[in-house]
């Protein structure tokens, strides 16, 4: 008969931290948490919020099974290794998993602007042809509830404008480029990485 070993997560998270070679304070930030809610994670007395579990979740995968090889680059590569904990293999791969979670989340961020941008266009044009019917003495509203509900339209077409799409397009160009960076800097110090993403034992 099989048995399951229900995971403690606070001790898996702690055990995460602490193999990274991170401090709290690191930790939290790249869980996007404060330090002092993650001393309380670990301590069980809180828990993550569900953003914060799938970018340790993210964390967890990019790393898992990679520790030997992090532990054995120093020893190969002698004194000129760089074997402080912030700058292992495994957290600069960490960081790679948590550039490439922040750009896939702010590319579901641009597809729902992307939508509600056109909504919204389509909601002030019929809200101008009302205004006109409105005007010439037809139509069923009132022209002063039509220039509220037209400003409001307004109001959140600026929050999801072309130039507002192109910043955040740009935010998701910088978080891809940062990835890649800490998976050269992986490359280069530790090795054994083919392709982004993955890594040989």
């Known amino acids: 008969m099989k048995t399951y070993r229900r995971v403690n997560r606070s001790e898996s998270i702690a055990a ?44 967890e995968i990019a790393t898992a ?20 904990g912030e700058h292992s293999f495994n957290a600069l791969r960490y960081k790679e ?15 729902q602007m992307i939508v509600k941008h056109k909504v919204y266009l389509d909601c002030l044009a019929q809200t101008d042809r009302l205004l006109q019917q ?6 069923q509203f009132y022209p002063g509830q039509l220039e509220l509900h037209r400003e409001g339209l307004i109001r959140k077409l600026s929050k999801c404008s072309l130039p507002a799409q ?4 740009h935010k998701i160009a910088l978080q891809y480029a940062a990835a890649e960076l800490h998976l050269i800097n992986a490359t280069v110090h530790y090795g054994g990485v083919k392709e982004p993403g993955l890594a040989t034992a």
Request: charged residues 25%; hydrophobic residues 45%; positive net charge.
């Open 16 to 59: 995460t931290r602490i193999r990274l070679g991170l401090t709290q304070a690191k930790f939290a930030a790249e869980l996007g948490i404060s330090r002092s809610m993650l001393a309380k994670v670990e301590a069980k007395t809180r828990h993550l919020s569900t953003d914060a579990s799938i970018r340790l979740a993210s964390i």
């Open 65 to 84: 099974g990679e520790a030997t090889v992090a532990a054995s680059a120093p020893a190969l590569r002698g004194d000129t290794a760089i074997c402080d």
């Open 97 to 111: 998993a948590c550039c490439r979670l922040d750009a896939q989340k702010k590319q579901y961020e641009l597809d």
């Open 134 to 139: 409105a005007a010439a003495g037809a139509g």
């Open 166 to 169: 192109a910043a955040l397009r």
